[in-house]
């Protein structure tokens, strides 16, 4: 969240639903920790109608703890939160590479995996929230609409997405690029998850 996006929820009271819509899409079309998970869940759907469940599934965790967060109180460290959000992009980064069944030699549930992690990144963007002085005036509200924001952003950014996975895998190179971008998607984890830890041990 910007400084001016900041300045803007700490100094308004009341609803406005369409000012808290807009920065709720702002929110997931720059948030570059969701893209990249994202990236990694639909990686290798194809069908329309999984990416509608995995999405949906991500969409449901996200929403709940993010308005549990904020109207709720429930307030964990952010730094910690978002470390776990980097793990995210790392586990989905290593589920994509079958890792996990060749190391284990089960293959955990994806859409759990996806639903939980959902959680997680809803109580990341809680704990940015509740550092700014929300006016509990039409918060409930705006809230709602934030949230509806965030999930039409989230649909704009993966449209893209999307767009861009269509053309690749029509492409010969797909199937012998796909291991090293999925190794890259994990380096970025780690390098998310190293500047959170970072940032918790200094702070």
Do not use: C
């Not at 406005?16 to 994202?38: E, I, N, R, S």
């Amino acid at each position: 969240v910007t400084g001016s996006d900041q300045l803007f929820l700490e100094q308004n009271a009341g609803r406005h639903l369409m000012a808290f819509a807009y920065l709720g899409a702002k929110h997931m079309v720059t948030g570059y920790d969701h893209l990249l998970f994202l990236f990694g869940v639909v990686f290798f759907l194809y069908r329309m109608r999984d990416v509608g469940i995995y999405v949906s599934l991500f969409a449901l965790g996200h929403s709940a703890t993010l308005l549990l967060g904020v109207l709720g109180g429930f307030h964990v460290n952010a730094y910690l939160v978002d470390a776990i959000i980097g793990f995210s992009v790392v586990y989905k980064a290593l589920d994509n590479m079958d890792a996990f069944k060749r190391w284990f030699g089960v293959q955990p549930s994806t859409k759990a995996a996806v639903l939980i992690f959902g959680f997680v990144h809803g109580f990341g963007l809680a704990t940015k929230l509740q550092d700014f002085k929300l006016s509990p005036d039409g918060l409930v509200a705006n809230m709602l609409a934030f949230n509806v924001g965030v999930e039409l952003g989230q649909l704009l950014a993966l449209s893209a997405i999307l767009i861009v996975m269509g053309f690749w895998r029509r492409s010969e190179a797909f199937g012998r690029q796909a291991f090293a971008a999925n190794t890259v998607l994990m380096t970025a984890g780690f390098v998310l998850i190293g500047y959170q830890l970072t940032g918790y041990f200094v702070s």
